[in-house]
């Protein structure tokens, strides 16, 4: 009976990736970002195959458990768990590491409403980001405008951007470092 229980919420959990998954790939297709608070869909979209795998392997080990007994079950939970947390310290290690920094600044319009947010991303000493347009409370819709600088985080360090806004379009200078500057033009349509 604790068995069946047991698949039961290991199969819900599966479904709700599943489901969670696929609904972020929808969002996506469609140019979205899902953003509650500091975390989005690109994070999320991380954290679901990892809860998946780990509850693949509780399954596992719950199989393991109800179908062996004695020694063998001493042998094999042991094996088992040793490669599992080797599994998961290095894909947790890899996910730290080449996971960059993302932050979401609003920039505000002549009317003091947030007409773009810039989605800026870090690593190492490259910065690069993408400028998106409020489409709801919790989604941003992307406009394909990407702008790239070195050593220097334009928009959220505030170190050196202007804006000039028209009604069809924003003009955006910034500073890619080195005292260089770039211009994007972001379509507000």
Known sequence: MIWKRFQRVVWALLAVCVGGMLLLFLVSSMGFILVVG???SVKVTCVLPLVFLLTLMVWGDGAII???RGWERGV??????TAEVLILLTVLFFTAFFNPRSEYIPLYNPGGEVGLVIREES????VWG???LPAGPC??????????????????DSRGYELDWTQEKVVVRYNTGAGDWGTCTVPLS
């Open 66 to 68: 109800r179908f062996t």
């Open 38 to 40: 500091s975390v989005d």
């Open 76 to 81: 094999l939970l042991t094996l088992v768990l």
């Open 130 to 132: 993408e400028f998106c």
């Open 123 to 126: 690593w190492l000493f490259s």
């Open 139 to 156: 989604l941003l819709q992307r406009t394909g405008v990407t702008y790239a600088a070195h050593d220097i985080c334009p928009f959220s």
